[in-house]
């Protein structure tokens, strides 16, 4: 969100990153309740839902952002997805270590930490590159309709300048509403991933929170047994 504001908007870095406040403070506010809500339930699958829900609904609304849109509606999707963010993030990680044995839960805390890994770098290559795409579209387009040819912004070295404060106000505001434009279809189809996150959630099986350590009755009536019959003579 803050390359949307300083390359789409033209804000500044510090300003860019203060306008994300809101989303910040939702997965905050969320991860916070969302925790205390599933210790209270002792079901975790009610508050993912709902989380990955409002996900869903964040990053689609998101989809329709454009240089035009206003900052209060980018305000009111960004809080939802950081909402649906902040419920699924630390929960997710509770589910998994509630379905394995004590012994084996270092292994599944391993097992999310790199499949998180490796779908957020999967995730950064399909969407920047689909951001990217997007971009030269929209700035050939918009040169276009200037009369102006891409390549004469290049100096004859064939790199884009990156630094366009240095151009004509018309040529800025080209690159600002290329990027601002660009945004849009990459949330849209980031909305489209969100939704396996909805489908796995609803169809998955949500055990409760177990009250024992152990997962093996075995295990879990022995401890208590050693700890009443107190050490050896």
Do not use: C
């Not at 276009?144 to 290049?154: H, R, Y």
């Not at 004509?168 to 990027?179: I, K, L, M, R, T």
């Amino acid at each position: 969100m803050t390359q949307y504001f300083q390359l789409g908007a033209g804000v500044s870095p510090t300003r860019a990153g203060l306008m994300t406040i809101p989303m910040i403070l939702g997965q905050l506010l969320s991860s916070t309740i969302g925790g205390q809500l599933v210790n209270r339930m002792g079901r975790w699958k009610p508050v993912m839902m709902v989380g990955s829900v409002l996900m869903f609904m964040g990053l689609a609304g998101l989809g329709a952002i454009d240089h035009a849109t206003p900052y209060w509606f980018v305000a009111i999707f960004m809080t939802l997805m950081g909402v649906g963010i902040g419920t699924l993030v630390q929960n997710v990680v509770l589910a998994v270590q509630n379905t394995v044995d004590v012994t084996d839960i270092g292994a599944a805390s391993a097992a999310i930490a790199f499949f998180r890994s490796l779908a957020g770098a999967i995730g950064v290559a399909v969407l920047g590159g689909i951001l990217t795409g997007r971009v030269g579209t929209n700035i050939a387009d918009g040169l276009g309709a200037l009369g102006i040819k891409p390549g004469a912004l290049s100096g004859g070295s064939g790199e884009t300048q990156l630094d366009v404060s240095g151009l004509p106000e018309a040529v800025q505001q080209v690159f600002h509403q290329a990027y601002a434009d660009a945004f849009g279809p990459v949330f849209l189809v980031a909305s489209m991933i969100a939704v396996v996150s909805v489908v796995t959630i609803a169809v998955v099986r949500g055990t409760p929170l177990r009250s024992t350590v152990s997962m093996s009755p075995a295990l879990a009536t022995e401890a208590p047994a050693r700890a009443e019959s107190g050490p050896a003579a």
